[in-house]
């Protein structure tokens, strides 16, 4: 579709008209067919039973495999381990961990991994993703909570888990050798919400402070469309428009790809689509 | 740090057209703008060939074009252009009109042979009717002249069966079979017209 194809001339208003009664039938934004609705805790069950289900795919040799920083594939789990300890400690009301480093905070529950069975340290995080799943599931998912430097609802934290469980279980893929895994389009979708819901914050982290909109499109499950606002005051509609595919948005929010290695499809300044995917990729707590 | 060019394709999606298509199922409006300014014409065109009524075919670019946004996984991108999908959907819709109203003036007609006296048509009905009497003039020229003669004498002279049969100078059920065999092969014609018109 490159050119207007040729046919008789339209009347003014049916643009107006047509579009109008478009949008009546279907709000803009929403993807068709909507994913199933799931709540946070359930989107983090489901995530944890995937990195559960992919440890028991492991060989005794992929456990020593290099897989995130300094960690292998073992320390990475306990590392993970420490996480689920800390928010635990957070839903406890401990206000240390409100401000703790998520890699600091956890760095003795992924060296205790050291010399350890395998089978015991994926059986500690097991029970560790266990307890934390029984006591998110009567809390007040809207209450807000504090920890690794984060201040947000425990819904919202509770997607930010299901997130990183995703990007370590396929961290350890990628060092066992295993195929990638993509998230079922329900999780996929909170997941998308919740970084394009953080993308003003990342971009007034990375220094953008020019009024900019921007129309996001994320295409396939998990996707949807979104008008944000960056800067202040409030800019005109649409400066510009980016289209990805919301898996690809979702593993450049983890810092596993690169604005460059995403396919994607601007309208409008380019440097400034550059610059607010850059930030994007910021998000990452790895 | 470098983008692809401006308009590379997103990863997992093909052509511009699969572009549009996973950008309607994502919910972008500006998308389906976009596919209006570039497509409605044509859509427009088909519709008003096969009805010659311009309000008419406003109502089936209107319906062609809300049924692709409420459901954009009706369009498949592998099977060919948006173009054509949206095309042929607007020659459906238009084709179904003129059906619908060929019933409701066979209906019509049944109902003033057994209710004498009954009103006439609104003007309303009036429009509608001649809307579908566009349409079919041009698939009327393809049939026999017997069977031409009297579907022009009912429907467009606006007869009785029994009158278009005196008119005509054969027996009323031979009037009435006759426009019955027309009527069947109009509907044959108008869908041979569907499938080969460009």
Redo the contacts between chains.
Sequence with gaps: ???????????VD??E???A???R?????????PAPEISPDEAFSRAADAFYGMLRLLQGEHWKRPALRDLDVQGLVGHLTGVEEDVQRCLAGDPEVAAAGHVESTQSAAERQAGRPPARTRAEWRRAADRTVDLVRAADLGAEVAVHGMRIPLGLLLIVRAFELWVHENDIRAAAGLPPSAPDASTLTLMTGAAVRLVPYAAAQAGLSEPTSV?L????PG???WDITLGQPPPPP?AI?I???AL?FCRLAANRT???G??????GD?NR??AV??AVATLALD | ????P????????GG??A??A?????????????????????????A?RVLGN?AAA?DV??DV??E??????QYDPAIG???AYLVVLARHRAVDLVRSELRRVARQERSHRLVPGQSPPSPCEEVMASQAATAVRAALRLLPDNQRVIVELAYFGGLTCREAAKAAGIPEGTAKSRLRLALAKLETMLDRELLESP
Aim: no cysteine; glycine share 10%.
């Design positions: 579709m490159t050119a207007a194809a040729s046919g008789p001339a339209l009347p049916l643009r008209r047509v579009l009664a478009s949008l039938a279907r709000a803009a934004g929403r993807p068709e067919p129309h499109v994320l295409t396939g996707g949807g469309t649409a428009a289209v990805t595919d690809g690169t604005p460059a995403l396919g994607v499809h601007i309208t380019q689509a550059t995917l850059a | 740090m470098p983008l692809a401006s308009h590379a394709s997103v990863r997992g999606v511009s057209d572009l549009l996973a950008r309607l199922t994502a919910g972008d409006d500006l998308a389906l703008g976009e596919i209006f300014d570039h497509l409605a014409p044509a859509v427009y065109g088909a008003l311009e406003q670019v209107q074009f809300v692709l946004w409420s459901r954009p996984g252009t948006l173009h």
